[in-house]
């Protein structure tokens, strides 16, 4: 039997934090108990009807059933620059400064590849959606993480980061509203860090994919690229997936600085062949008119994010009260380690939740309760946390 090695890109990953509470899921499962998993960022709620019209209509067509465009068919690029024009006020040139994506995190994942060289220095702001410092590994880069702390409302710190790091720097990647802390961006905050990337030449990398599960029509989050010079440094990441409950459609867009824009559409264009056109023509339709679901859908959130913070406020776990996304994140009680009281909670209650340090050493200390089951099961959730 020959031997295979993997290589060292893979080899070197950091273990998977995660294995554990899944073993132990299991292991909990299997003596019989329900339960109740408040893991999983991926929204329970179905795709409406109307896109999945579009989809089966769109596949009846043989014209969609050859390679799509790898950049995306430019009706549905219109559409992205339409909606980014409706929601942000962002004009956006569907040729230059927007490509499809199968999804944002096959982008983003892509994207160091374009701009990275080995020994490069990459910036990721931590705790983090984890794809942005393996693909930066992947890449060959050197990821500095630059922590997010309650105390500076889990935006970077960006007076602490020295002159010399952000001469080194390549690229730094941000993500608001933030996975996982729930934590948004302010104006200020973007134009501080358009007029920092400016000076230094470093490339903004903004993930936006949870904009659009927010809880007040007042207060909502913002695109990096309303900030005024965001196109000189920033590409924004995004995505329908949240938006519209399609994370299996694998339906995304990158958008911001035509060169950075370009840089990931050249990588593309040797890895994948594009999103199927059936499902480019349902984005479509989901862009132009999914907003009065989108509305429904931030209600059903809101009823589920308010039971929760309810129930942990009567039980003393500090959390701040998310203006967005569909996270709780919390501190662990006095005494415990996030992996301590996460696998406390599943042996004792059978509640999965995510422990902190899953996204980064920054995120020890807490843990994340997603918002994606129903209020009933949420609610005996919280019960069975409360009478621990
Ligand atoms: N960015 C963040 C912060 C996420 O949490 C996720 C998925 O959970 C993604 C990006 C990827 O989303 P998708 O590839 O479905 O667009």
């Known amino acids: 039997m020959s031997e295979f090695k993997l290589a060292d890109r893979l080899a070197t990953l950091p273990p998977y934090l995660f294995a554990e509470i899944d073993r132990l899921k299991q292991e909990v499962a299997a003596q019989g108990v329900d339960i109740i998993s408040l893991g999983i960022g991926d929204p329970d709620l179905p795709t409406p ?104 409302d889990f935006l970077p710190d960006l007076n602490a980061i020295d002159n010399d790091t952000w001469k080194k720097a390549k690229i730094f990647f941000i993500n608001y509203p933030n996975n996982p802390t729930a934590a948004t961006a302010t104006a200020e905050f973007y134009e501080k860090l358009v007029e920092k990337a400016r000076e230094f030449n470093v490339i903004i990398v903004q993930d936006a994919a ?93 009823e589920r994010r308010d039971c929760v913070i309810e129930a942990l406020h009567k039980i003393n776990i500090s959390c701040r009260v998310p203006e967005a996304s569909i996270f709780v994140w919390a501190k662990t009680p006095e005494g415990y380690s996030s992996s301590d009281f996460v696998s406390k909670l599943l042996r004792e209650t059978g509640v999965v939740v995510t422990p902190g340090n899953g996204f980064g050493a920054p995120g020890e200390g807490y843990f994340r309760i997603s918002l994606t089951v129903d209020t009933d099961r949420l609610k005996e959730a919280v019960s069975r946390i409360s009478k621990l």
Request: with cysteine; glycine share 8%.
């Open 210 to 302: 949870y904009t659009e599960v927010y809880y007040d029509d007042n207060n909502k989050p913002l695109s990096i690229m309303e900030t005024p010079g965001a196109k000189d440094v920033a590409i924004e990441f995004h995505s329908l997936s949240k938006t519209y409950n399609m994370t299996g459609w694998r339906c995304g867009m990158a958008v911001g600085n035509p060169t950075l824009v370009a840089g990931l559409g050249k990588i593309k264009e040797n890895v994948d062949s594009g999103i199927f056109q059936a499902v480019q023509e349902a984005g479509i339709a989901a862009l132009k008119h999914g907003e009065p679901h989108v509305e429904g859908f931030r209600k059903i959130y809101k």
């Open 49 to 152: 009807d109307f896109i999945i019209d579009a989809l089966y209509e769109a596949a009846k067509k043989p014209v969609n059933h050859q390679y799509p465009s790898y950049v995306g068919l430019l009706t549905y690029r219109q559409a992205v620059a339409d909606w980014y024009k409706q929601r942000f006020n962002v004009d956006l040139d569907p040729e230059k400064e927007i490509v499809s994506l199968i999804g944002s995190k096959e982008g983003i994942a892509h994207f160091p590849l374009a701009f990275v060289n080995p020994g490069d220095l990459v910036l990721v702001a931590s705790p983090n959606y984890p794809v942005y410092p393996v693909a930066s590994g992947f890449a060959g880069a050197d990821v500095q993480i630059i922590p997010l702390t309650d105390e500076n």
